[in-house]
């Protein structure tokens, strides 16, 4: 069983960065980020294979990065140029399989969840 970790989320005005951390309790695979916004499903942010290769959603590509440092097992969102529209509740995921997945049933690990508000 793996436990994760979110931290990072807060307040920040438009055009803003902030960092988002997901630590986890032990190793993993491919590591995603999602998020859901009030009365909105869940919906995919990014991803990132053990090897390093990376996968984003068009609403945020150019803007946010995805990372991981596989020795303290943690991955990273840092996010810039952020808009109101980013506002929502953000979700670290993780699955044992080796490809980058997209759909929230491809993640068999979540964690709590940290909010991102992003006023205008």
């Known amino acids: 069983q793996v436990q994760l970790v979110e931290s990072g989320g807060g307040l920040v005005q438009a055009g803003g960065s902030l960092r988002l951390s997901c630590a986890a309790s032990?190793?993993?695979?491919?590591m995603g980020w999602f998020r859901q916004a009030p009365g909105k499903e869940r919906e995919f942010v990014a991803a990132?294979?053990?090897?390093?290769?990376?996968y984003y959603a068009d609403s945020v590509k150019g803007r946010f990065t995805i990372s991981r440092d596989n020795a303290k097992n943690t991955v990273y969102l840092q996010m810039n140029s952020l808009k109101p529209e980013d506002t929502a509740v953000y979700y670290c995921?993780?699955?044992?399989?080796?490809?980058?997945?997209?759909?929230?049933?491809?993640?068999?690990?979540w964690g709590q969840g940290t909010q991102v508000t992003v006023s205008s």
């Open positions: 995921a993780a699955r044992p399989g080796i490809t980058i997945a997209t759909m929230t049933s491809g993640y068999d690990y």
């Open positions: 032990g190793r993993t695979f491919t």
């Open positions: 990132i294979s053990w090897s390093g290769g990376t």
